[in-house]
């Protein structure tokens, strides 16, 4: 890619301003982390991220400012009733009208509690663009080219143990099912596509951001995700927190009770993070990397005022991020079934796996319209209105090594480096297997 080297430089780049912002950026996430221990509000962001709320807490409003014009409305109840029933999310329209009734009746803040509760469990509106989908998502398009080979293609199992850089037995006492280790020549291709990535974003216009990985539940739903169904964790004073599962939540957590002028948007962040997944899968396809509990993510978070333009642009920048890469890729507009709450269309970039046989997403780009805004406090400053919001993948590394690997492996098992990536590693071209093998021995506890 054109200039790579040199964008990348920026992300190290030693002028005074640099050093500053990241100093400053280390100062906010240490008070970041102090704040969320103890339950007080985010008055601390530069106005960079707009100006800061006005009350104490989690900067969140006490109850997201619904849009209770459409939800109540009798004439829509048919049409939530078939989004949820498209989506197999939770909520019950006629139960959140029965309870908003019983609000008015009584008054009393026991109704409104069990009212909110139940109406924000509702995800948000479909796309007219996604309404029409059923069961199986659209195919956009496609780029790049299928990779032929001279020899039966191998799964990044055994390319990853060839190449001593790929392991997942012997890690149940160190990190449960599912761990794995990454290490060699794998790992330096992991480093190098962040780097990549990352020198992409800057060049995008994306700041970059470091957030939390523990999350109160509250910042967890506002972003639409159901908090009981996070890997819990404990503070030290033992107040609950949430692993997260994407910096998207972080992200929203760092904006929560904004308020932005027009002329500061869209406003483009790029966050780093492990991201941590309860969901499994026994099905022999998805084993070894393909699905795990834990991995390193690039994440894009925007916000604007026309979430459908913002995931536009977000697949343009994931297209320019893959295309380089030498993937042959198809873009697919997935169907209500594969949307999450907060999502009123979702586009999915997903890479041909020769050694497993099939496409495997590798992104996922989400318009989420005010649905995230209206629940993390978001407004407008000229006048009080929700912005819109959209996120979206840059980096999954542990699927982009897959397709990686599995696409430019070559027959004595070594892989070939994709240029741009090559140029992060120095000129190196191929991965080999060490000449002097990494030994790890694991203590067993007794």
Same mark, same amino acid.
């Given at each position: ?40 509000? $985010? ?7 707009? &100006? ?24 829509? =109840? ?7 029933? +498209? ?29 909110? +509760? ?31 080979? =001279?020899? +039966? ?52 216009? $994306?700041?970059l951001v470091s957030v ?34 994407? &910096? ?27 991201? $941590? ?44 991020? $893959? ?39 590798? &992104? ?5 319209t005010d649905y995230q ?22 980096? +999954? ?50």
């Amino acid at each position: 890619m054109e200039g790579l080297v040199g964008l990348s430089s920026r992300i190290f780049d030693d002028s005074r301003q640099t050093r500053r912002a990241t100093l400053q950026m280390t100062w906010l996430q240490l008070r970041y982390l102090l704040q969320m221990q103890r339950g007080r509000g $985010f008055g601390f962001l530069s106005r960079a991220f707009g &100006s800061k709320p006005t009350a104490g807490g989690l900067a969140l409003p006490e109850e997201p400012d619904l849009d209770l014009e459409y939800v109540l409305e009798p004439g829509n =109840a048919e049409e939530i009733t078939e989004n949820i029933r +498209a989506r197999k999310e939770r909520g019950d329209i006629r139960e959140v009208t029965g309870l908003y009734e019983r609000w008015q009746r009584t008054k009393d803040e026991a109704s409104r509690d069990a009212f909110y +509760a139940e109406a924000k469990l509702l995800p948000n509106r479909l796309s007219p663009r996604v309404s029409h989908l059923t069961d199986e998502p659209e195919v956009l398009e496609s780029f790049g080219g299928k990779p032929e080979f =001279a020899f +039966a293609p191998k799964r990044f199992e055994e390319i990853g143990k060839k190449l001593d850089g790929f392991r997942t037995d012997s890690l149940g006492k160190v990190s449960g099912q599912r761990a794995h280790v990454i290490r060699g020549s794998l790992a330096l291709l992991e480093w190098a596509l962040l780097q990549y990535s990352l020198a992409v974003l800057r060049a995008e216009g $994306f700041s970059l951001v470091s957030v939390p990985d523990l999350l109160h539940p509250r910042i967890v739903e506002a972003c639409g995700f159901p908090a009981d169904l996070q890997r819990g964790q404990a503070r030290p004073d033992s107040s609950p927190v949430c692993l997260s599962g994407t &910096s998207e939540m972080g992200i929203g957590g760092l904006l929560a009770g904004r308020v932005f002028s027009r002329e500061d948007l869209p406003l483009r962040l790029a966050a780093v993070s492990r991201c $941590f997944r309860a969901e499994v899968s026994d099905t022999h396809a998805e084993r070894g990397l393909y699905r795990v509990h834990h991995f390193t993510k690039v994440e894009m978070f925007c916000v604007g005022e026309n979430s459908g333009e913002i995931l536009e642009e977000l697949v343009r920048i994931q297209k320019r991020l $893959f295309e380089p890469l030498g993937l042959w890729c198809r873009v697919l507009r997935m169907p209500p079934s594969d949307l999450g709450p907060s999502a009123a269309e979702k586009i999915d970039v997903e890479a041909w796996m020769p050694g497993h046989g099939f496409f495997g997403e590798i &992104s996922s780009a989400s318009s989420c319209t005010d649905y995230q805004a209206r629940r993390l406090g978001l407004r407008l400053r000229e006048d009080g209105k929700h912005p819109e919001t959209g996120n979206g993948t840059a980096c +999954a590394i542990p699927r982009l090594l897959i397709a990686l690997a599995e696409t430019h492996q070559r027959r004595d098992g070594t892989v070939r480096v994709p240029e741009p990536l090559a140029s992060l590693l120095g000129g190196v071209e191929v991965l080999e297997k060490p000449k002097v093998p990494l030994k790890l021995h694991w203590l067993k506890n007794k």
